[in-house]
């Protein structure tokens, strides 16, 4: 293995010969940024020193599988691999980012667009092991890590009683960013939309939102995504039950401070769905 394969395939499949410069790049709380500029233009480069590169492929296959959509911009991955000193890279184009994060009609009419190119004919998931799972299993890691018996109880009643909630809803597996917060959204320079950093997998094209309350969508957000994507029956009723994953997500990962949010929207549906 190259002492730097980053450098190397920069100067080798990515058809730069020199190296002007590398800089830092805020990202995540979990892998490490860089810029990388060449006579060939930049590329944008994540590490992580402790996970092998399964994450890191997991991500590639999603950006390439929303990329081949043609439809909202995303960042085309050109490689991922092993750093010699343990640790995984991914190496992608590098978009310049515009001043503000875009219009939010176009956000939402783009990622519609990318839910209806891309369905699946091979039902729900995806290829790979992806940092996304289900509520199910978000609920038996509670409990697991917590000693939550009262949400596991209770969250897997509603598990049992939630179907009524899609009752005249057509459902059709298509392909997700999964994690689509604010941190995941900007615009390049022309002001298009652009979205990074996902855990796509295929499932409920409204399953999109269940990061809203920390995305920013607004009205006119989901009048144009409607208009595309029409509005199936029911999806108020179903609105909060995909809040409650990522609650619920937010509480194995950061701690008990997502515990009442999630819990109030459990106890929301029980009551609902008992009348």
Request: charged fraction near 20%; aromatic fraction near 12%.
């Amino acid at each position: 293995m190259s002492d730097d394969p980053i450098k190397e395939w920069i100067l080798t499949e990515g058809k730069a010969t020199q190296i002007t410069g590398t800089s830092s790049i805020g990202g995540g709380c979990i892998n490490a940024a860089q810029r990388y500029d060449t006579d060939a233009g930049s590329f944008f480069v994540k590490t992580n020193r402790r996970i092998g590169p399964a994450m890191f492929e997991g991500e590639a296959l999603g950006l390439k599988a929303m990329y081949d959509t043609k439809s909202i911009r995303v960042p085309l991955p050109y490689k991922v691999g092993s750093l010699p000193t343990g640790g995984s890279f991914i190496i992608m184009e590098y978009i310049q980012f515009g001043r503000s994060r875009g219009d939010q009609s176009a956000l939402g009419r783009k990622l519609a667009e990318m839910h209806k190119a891309a369905k699946s004919d091979k039902g729900y998931g995806f290829y790979v092991e992806n940092t996304i799972g289900r509520l199910g299993y978000q609920l038996k890691l509670i409990s697991q890590r917590f000693g939550d018996s009262a949400i596991y109880e209770k969250g897997q009643q509603l598990i049992e009683k939630m179907h009524p909630l899609f009752d005249g809803a057509v459902i059709e597996p298509c392909l997700l960013h999964g994690d689509l917060w604010s941190g995941n959204i900007s615009a390049d320079t022309n002001g298009d939309p652009v979205i990074l950093d996902p855990a796509c997998y295929y499932g409920h094209n409204e399953a999109e939102f269940g990061m809203s309350w920390c995305a920013g969508f607004g009205g006119e957000f989901y009048r144009s995504y409607f208009e595309v994507m029409p509005k199936q029956p029911g999806f108020e009723k179903r609105r909060d039950l995909y809040l409650l994953y990522h609650y619920l997500n937010h509480y194995n990962l950061f701690g008990s401070g997502y515990r009442s949010s999630a819990m109030s929207i459990i106890e929301d549906y029980l009551r609902m769905l008992k009348a």
